[in-house]
C-alpha cells in the first residue's frame, strides 16, 4: 500500500516517508481484496473505508471509469475550444479525474461540495451540464448552475476562500440538526475541495481551526497536484500536507490521488465520520497535474517533461480499465461505448459553447444586491439613456458614421 | 440631542434612557428574539459581552449555538458567516476593532460582497459586519481607525453608521433584516452616551440621511461620530449669530443625498465632516455630488473637514488629528466669507 517511488515526493524525507494510502495499483491490481495487505491497509485508514472500497461491484467500478473518461473528454473539448478562440481560459483537470470522480462519488445526494475552478469531474458526477460550467470560461457568466439542486457551490477563483465557506456551511448544518441522527437521508457532509498551493493560504488554516474548534461535518479534499503554477508542492510544504491535520486535532490521510478506489473509499469513510457528528478530517489525494495550470501557463518553462512522463505511468483511466479487462471482463466494446459516449457529450457542449446567447448589458446590473440599490438603479438608468442616445444619432458606434 | 432626531413616539411603548452601547445590545437580542436564523460571532461575544459590552447576556440568553466565541481569525469569522448564510443563516460578526477588519477584507470584498451577483441572486447574503470605528479613546495603534471608504467603494455592500442611540437601537435590527450584507460602523468614543430610547416608535428606514438640527446660513454633512460634534459646533455658532443645518447622513451606501440638496439649494454652502481621512473620503463623493446637482445654488467652494494624511498618530496627539468643532468653524467661517 505505501508507495515512496512517486517522482515528486523525494524533495524531502518528510514526504518520502509518508505512507500514501493505495488500493488500485497502476497495473490495476486490488491491494485492498489482497489478504496480504489488508490488515496494513486496515490500519492506515481503518475498516469502514475498507468496507466500502469491498462493497464497489463492476457496474460501479466501470461507473467510476465513464465519469473519468466523460470528464476527460470534456476537458479535451474545453481545451480545444480555447486554443479556438471560443473560451478565455480553460484550467484542465487532465490527471486529477480520480481524486475528483471518487471524492464527489462519495458524496450523499443531501451533501454539499465547494470547488475551487478545476473540478469539472466533480461537477459532472453531480449532474453539472459541463455547459455550465463553459460558460464561465467563456465570461457569459460565473457559472450557470444550480447550486442548490447539484450541491455544488460556484467556482471560487480566490485561492483557499472557499474551505471558509464550506466550514461555516457545516457549522449551519450542526446547527440544523443534520448530523448525528443516524437519518441516511437527513445526516449532511460537506466537501471542501482545495489544492497544495492554497495549503499555505491562511484562510485555509482558518478553516481548519473552525472545523476543529465547533468539530464541523467537513471533509477537506486537498487535491495535491504537486505544482502551484510554478512552485512545486514540496517548497511549500516540509511535512506532507495530510500530516497538518494532526496539529489542528483531527485526521489526516494521504491517498494514491490517481486512485479512484482509494479515493472514494477513504473521502466516504471520512464523509460518514461528518455525518455522524465525530469532525473534519483531510484527506490529502496524492495527484499531478499532467497538464499546464491554465491555458495561458507553459510548465515547460518550471518542469522537466520526464517527470510528466513518469506520472503517465500512472494514470488514473489506465489502471482502472486495466483493472475492468482483466477482473470484470469488460471489454473493447464497453470502452468504445464510452468513448462515443464522450465524443457525442464533447460535440453537444462544442455545440452549446458556440450557441451561447451574448449576456445583455442589463445583465451586469441585476442581482449586484439583493434589494435595490440607489446608486446602481441610477447608473443602470443612466447607461440604458446613454446607450439609447447612440442609437439614436448619439457618437459613433462600432466605426459607423453618425446618423 | 434634541428630541428630534428620534423615532416618532409610539403608544404604550417602554421608554428607557439607554447607552449607545445598550442600544446595540437591545436591537441584536430583538432581532434574535424575532428571527431563529439571526447568529451573533466573533471574539470574546460571549461570556464577556464583548469588549465593549455590545453582546452582554446574550451567550446566556440564546446559548453557544446561537452566541458563538469563535477562534481569532477574523477572515475565519467573516468566512464562514458566508458559509452560514448560504445554509440559511443571518450571521452578526463583530470585528473587535476597526483596525482587525483587514484580515478579513478579501472575504468582506470579494466573498461577502459578491455572492449574490456571482450566483446570479441565488444565493443572498443577509450578513452584518460590526466595527466598532473612529478614534477619541485614546488608544494603541489600529484601535482607532475609520476604513469606511474601503468597504463603500465595494459594490455589493451596504454600509451605514448610527451617531446616537436611538439610532443604533432601529438600524441594527434594519441592517439584520437586510437581504444584503451590511457594514455597521459603531462610534466608539459614543458608545456611552446616553438617550431616551422608545421601542415602540416607528423607526426611520436605514438608508435615509436625516436633518438632525436645522439652519439656514450653512449646511453641514456628518455621520457616526462627527454628528455630535457637529451638533455642538452648532450651538456654538448659533451663540455667534450663525444658524448651521446639520444633516446626519447615516448611510453611506446607498448615500441619500437628498436632504442635503434640498438643504444646500437654501444655504448656498456645504461642509462635510468625517473623522477618515479627506482624500478619497465619503467627503469628496457627496461635494462631487452636490457640486454636480446643485452648482448654480452654490455660493462658495465645497469644504471637507476630516482626518491629515498621516497614519492615525499616537494617542496623545489624536485631539490634534482628529477633526474637532473648532476646525468644523473654521471651514464655516471660510464658506461664509467667499
Redesign the interface.
Known amino acids: 500500500m505505501t508507495s515512496s517511488t512517486h517522482p515528486a515526493s523525494t524533495g524531502s524525507s518528510a514526504t518520502s516517508s509518508t505512507a500514501t494510502v493505495q488500493m488500485l495499483t497502476p497495473d490495476g491490481e486490488r491491494l485492498d481484496l489482497d489478504e496480504g495487505r489488508r490488515a496494513e491497509l486496515e490500519q492506515a485508514v481503518g475498516a469502514e473505508a475498507l468496507a466500502h472500497a469491498a462493497a464497489l461491484s463492476a457496474d460501479d467500478l466501470l461507473g467510476m471509469y465513464r465519469d473519468m473518461a466523460l470528464a476527460r473528454r470534456v476537458d479535451t473539448e474545453a481545451t480545444a475550444l480555447q486554443r479556438q478562440g471560443e473560451l478565455g481560459l480553460w484550467a484542465s483537470l487532465l490527471g486529477q479525474e480520480a481524486a475528483q470522480v471518487g471524492s464527489a462519488r462519495a458524496a450523499a445526494p443531501q451533501d454539499r461540495l465547494f470547488p475551487t475552478y478545476r473540478e469539472h469531474a466533480v461537477a459532472l458526477v453531480r449532474g453539472v451540464d459541463p455547459a455550465h460550467v463553459l460558460s464561465l470560461f467563456r465570461g457569459v457568466d460565473r457559472g450557470g448552475w444550480d447550486a442548490e439542486a447539484t450541491g455544488v457551490s460556484p467556482y471560487t477563483l480566490v485561492i483557499g476562500s472557499q474551505t471558509l465557506h464550506a466550514t461555516g456551511y457545516a457549522m449551519g448544518v450542526q446547527r440544523d440538526g443534520a448530523v448525528g441522527t443516524g437519518d441516511a437521508a437527513r445526516d449532511t457532509a460537506v466537501l471542501a475541495y482545495f489544492g497544495d498551493g492554497a495549503s499555505s493560504q491562511g484562510d485555509v488554516h482558518e478553516a481548519f481551526v473552525f472545523a476543529a474548534t465547533y468539530q464541523a461535518p467537513v471533509v477537506f479534499v486537498c487535491q495535491n497536484n504537486q505544482w502551484a503554477i510554478s512552485v512545486p508542492s514540496e517548497r511549500q510544504a516540509r511535512v506532507p500536507i495530510a500530516r497538518r491535520a494532526a496539529g489542528f486535532g483531527f485526521p489526516g490521510v494521504r491517498v494514491d490521488g490517481n486512485d479512484v478506489v482509494a479515493c472514494y473509499a477513504v473521502v466516504r469513510a471520512a464523509a460518514d465520520r461528518a455525518r455522524a457528528g465525530e469532525g473534519p478530517t483531510l484527506v490529502e489525494a496524492f495527484t499531478y497535474r499532467m497538464g499546464a495550470h491554465t491555458t495561458s501557463d507553459d510548465p515547460g518553462r518550471y518542469r522537466p517533461s520526464v517527470e510528466v512522463e513518469q506520472w503517465r505511468d500512472r494514470d488514473p483511466l489506465a489502471r482502472l480499465e486495466a483493472h475492468l479487462r482483466r477482473h470484470h471482463g469488460v471489454g473493447d466494446d464497453t470502452f468504445a461505448e464510452v468513448a462515443g459516449e464522450g465524443d457525442a457529450m464533447a460535440a453537444r457542449l462544442r455545440r452549446d459553447v458556440l450557441g451561447m446567447r451574448e449576456p445583455g448589458h442589463g445583465e451586469m446590473f441585476e442581482h449586484a444586491y439583493a434589494a435595490p440599490h440607489a446608486h446602481v438603479e441610477a447608473d443602470r438608468r443612466w447607461y440604458e439613456e446613454y446607450v439609447a442616445g447612440l442609437e439614436h444619432g448619439g457618437p459613433a458606434a462600432d466605426g459607423e458614421e453618425r446618423a | 440631542m434634541t428630541d428630534d432626531v428620534h423615532g416618532t413616539p409610539g403608544e404604550g411603548g417602554t421608554t428607557q434612557r439607554v447607552t449607545l452601547s445598550r442600544a446595540i445590545n437591545l436591537g441584536l437580542r430583538a432581532a434574535m428574539e424575532k428571527e431563529p436564523k439571526v ?1 451573533v460571532m466573533g471574539e470574546d461575544v460571549g461570556a464577556l459581552g464583548g469588549v465593549f459590552r455590545v453582546t452582554e447576556g446574550l451567550a446566556k440568553d440564546f446559548g453557544d ?1 446561537r452566541v458563538l466565541d ?2 481569532l ?1 477574523e ?2 469569522i ?12 443571518r450571521p452578526v460578526c463583530e470585528m473587535q476593532f476597526d483596525g482587525f477588519v483587514f ?1 478579513a477584507f ?2 468582506i470584498t ?2 461577502l460582497a459578491k ?11 443577509p450578513v452584518v459586519v460590526r466595527i466598532p470605528f473612529g478614534g477619541g479613546i485614546g488608544a494603541v495603534e489600529h484601535h482607532s481607525e475609520s476604513p469606511e471608504t474601503y468597504f463603500a467603494h465595494t ?2 455592500l ?1 454600509v451605514v453608521s448610527p451617531s446616537n442611540p436611538v439610532d443604533a437601537y432601529w438600524m441594527i435590527q434594519q441592517a439584520v433584516e ?3 450584507p451590511v457594514v455597521f460602523l459603531e462610534p466608539k468614543r459614543h458608545y456611552w452616551d446616553k438617550a431616551e430610547l422608545d421601542t415602540a416608535a416607528t423607526p426611520y428606514p436605514l ?1 435615509r440621511s436625516r436633518v438632525v438640527r436645522p439652519g439656514t446660513d450653512v449646511t453641514v454633512v456628518a455621520y457616526g461620530p462627527t454628528v455630535p460634534m457637529a451638533l455642538r459646533a452648532a450651538d456654538v455658532a448659533a451663540g455667534e449669530g450663525r444658524s448651521l443645518e446639520v444633516v446626519d447622513l447615516r448611510s453611506l ?4 443625498l437628498g436632504p442635503v440638496e434640498e438643504s444646500v439649494r437654501r444655504t448656498g454652502r456645504l461642509v462635510v465632516a468625517h473623522e477618515a481621512p479627506t482624500f478619497l473620503g465619503l467627503g469628496a463623493e457627496v461635494a462631487a455630488r452636490v457640486a454636480e446637482t446643485c452648482f448654480f445654488s452654490l455660493e462658495a467652494p465645497v469644504l471637507r473637514v476630516g482626518g491629515l494624511a498621516v497614519p492615525y498618530p499616537v494617542s496623545r496627539l489624536e485631539e490634534e488629528y482628529l477633526p474637532d468643532a473648532d476646525r468644523l468653524l473654521d471651514a464655516v467661517d471660510r464658506v461664509l466669507d467667499t
Open positions: 447568529l449555538d469563535t477562534p481569525a477572515s475565519g467573516v468566512g464562514t458567516a458566508v458559509g452560514l448564510a448560504l445554509r440559511g443563516y484580515p478579501d472575504q470579494t466573498q455572492m449574490t451577483h456571482r450566483t446570479r441572486g441565488a444565493a443572498s447574503m459594490t455589493g451596504r437586510s437581504p444584503d438608508h451606501t446607498p448615500l441619500d
